[in-house]
């Protein structure tokens, strides 16, 4: 049973703030009275059900908030200039941290953390009159709240809003059809800008059965996004079809190389690719060697269990890339974003030996890869331990369980209780937000990619490039509905 050391039920905002809210707190600049609440509710004004309880995220207090309760707390003595609130929090319903300093009131969403792992978020605004006015509420469910600081400076902006649209020139081909919110049909890299996103990432096969995600096909819709105005990311598989930590297999072409000659075909690839983008005046802004490479790359000579033919390849890889087009920063991308121990090991093998990068890369599926307090746990420590900005390359959430063609649905039952959002346009959309309101809490990050967002089911454009009559088993996780409309979820990169 929970300890409540202090209790305010159903306290009007009036009365509480005789005592508490119409004095501003005494702090120095940009501190905060009880920001860990280890003085019950001292310092904070508060309305409904605000309880003070056991078990912060420091210390030994947090505050809880039930439904329609709220605390704030005013700053005073400020100078002009930005601020940034940094929370820690956990949340099972709609729950939000605000701050207002004299501008537009500035808002950030608590994510569904589920009661276990805390997450940190945070929030800036421009201070006018030397005061700030934070305020912590719960419309519904509950919220865990503790280690409330208020500190100089900007928020790192969102700069990655992406889309990996890789499937969605063969799906045009074959018939799909895409609208905007109101239904209107038009072309869906527009309405894609239109609603937000500003990179579109590319994977690149080198010999696929079906012509599609080749050089070729990559070159025509890169221009596609750059017309729009979007950054290119381009995510090399060195492989004929899919790449990813469960299968790392060769090209036919590259099969019976030598090391030295499959290093070097690597490296021609690579810079095929990355100088023909350049030519036509569509350059990479940035390039993935590899595709979720934690058990490495181009099988078994940069295996896992192979370190020095792995760095090898991959630094030939990245050479590659600079060689062709100085700008385009390099990423090694991972899968399993939360999977700390892991990730350090990698890179730890791939800085001791000298692999040139730019940017981290993690995939991560909260119904795979698990909750968004172990991810949002790991960039931090990524981002401190490398130096190096991180990316969230890769996540995707389902709107439904209901089938849209032959093939079984990746995103099920069991995995929307696993990732703990309804499988509804509202909870995918949740979903989309708690990801980037955990990432860009943290200094060094990006952003975030979806992955494949336009992947509707339409027959002939299924997963397999060399059979013709396979299915999609990811159309419940695009952001357009079975009849090509354009679902909340894209509505989420345009608040970033």
């Known amino acids: 049973m929970r300890m409540f050391r202090l209790v305010a039920v159903a306290v009007s905002a009036a009365l509480v703030g005789g005592f508490l809210g119409m004095v501003p707190a005494q702090a120095t600049e940009g501190g905060v009275r009880n920001a860990g609440f280890e003085e019950g509710l001292a310092g904070w004004a508060t309305a409904g059900a605000a309880t003070f309880e056991d078990g912060g995220h420091t210390g030994t207090a947090r505050l809880t908030l039930s ?18 609130l940094r929370v820690w929090v956990r949340g099972g319903g709609a729950a939000a941290v605000s701050l207002d300093c004299g501008g537009p009131d500035r808002r950030v969403d608590v994510p569904r953390t589920g009661p276990d792992l805390w997450v940190q978020v945070a929030v800036d605004a421009r201070v006018t009159s030397g005061r700030c006015l934070i305020r912590l509420a719960s419309a519904s469910g509950w919220a865990h709240i503790d280690d409330v600081t208020l500190a100089r400076g900007e928020l790192d902006p969102v700069r990655v809003k992406g889309a990996d649209i890789s499937h969605l020139s063969k799906n045009e ?25 500003n990179v579109a990432r590319l994977k690149v096969w080198v010999d696929p059965a079906d012509g599609y995600n080749s050089k070729a096909q990559v070159l025509a819709m890169a221009k596609r996004a750059k017309a729009q105005g979007m950054r290119l990311l381009i995510d090399f598989h060195y492989s004929d079809a899919w790449a990813d930590p469960g299968k790392q297999n060769k090209p ?23 100088s023909a983008l350049r030519s036509q005046g569509t350059p990479a802004d940035m390039a993935q060697v590899g595709n979720e490479i934690n058990g490495g790359l181009l099988w ?40 700390n121990g892991g990730h350090v090991w990698w890179f730890d093998n791939a800085v001791a030996r000298g692999v040139p990068f730019d940017i981290i890369g993690v995939s991560h599926y909260v119904y795979w890869h698990g909750p968004l307090g172990a991810l949002q746990a790991n960039l931090f420590d990524l981002s401190a331990r490398y130096g190096k900005p991180i990316a969230v390359v890769e996540t995707a959430y389902g709107f439904t369980l209901e089938e849209n063609d032959h093939e079984a649905n990746i995103f099920n039952a069991s995995l929307a209780q696993a990732g703990g959002y309804p499988a509804t346009p509202q909870g995918q959309a949740d979903a989309l937000r708690d990801m980037f309101n955990v990432v860009a809490a943290v200094p060094g990050t990006l952003g975030v990619v979806y992955w494949e967002p336009t992947w509707t089911a339409v027959d002939g454009a299924g997963w397999d490039p060399a059979d013709p009559t396979s299915g999609d088993g990811w159309e419940n996780q695009a952001v357009f509905d079975y009849s090509g409309r354009a679902l909340p979820a894209l509505r989420v990169f345009g608040r970033y």
């Open 300 to 339: 078994p000579d940069g295996r896992w269990d192979n370190w020095d033919g792995l760095a090898a390849l991959l630094t030939a890889g990245s050479n590659a890339v600079k060689a062709a087009s100085p700008s385009t920063k390099v990423v090694l991308h991972l899968a399993e974003g939360g999977n």
């Open 252 to 274: 036919a072409a590259w099969a019976d190389l030598p090391f030295d000659g499959l290093r070097q075909a690597l490296y021609d690839h690579t810079y095929d690719v990355i």
């Open 173 to 197: 081909d074959y018939g799909a059809v895409y609208r905007d919110h109101r239904g209107k049909r038009g072309d869906a890299v527009r309405i894609l800008r239109e609603n937000g996103v």
């Open 67 to 84: 439904a329609a309760a709220s605390v704030t707390q005013r700053v005073s003595g400020l100078a002009r200039g930005a601020y940034t």
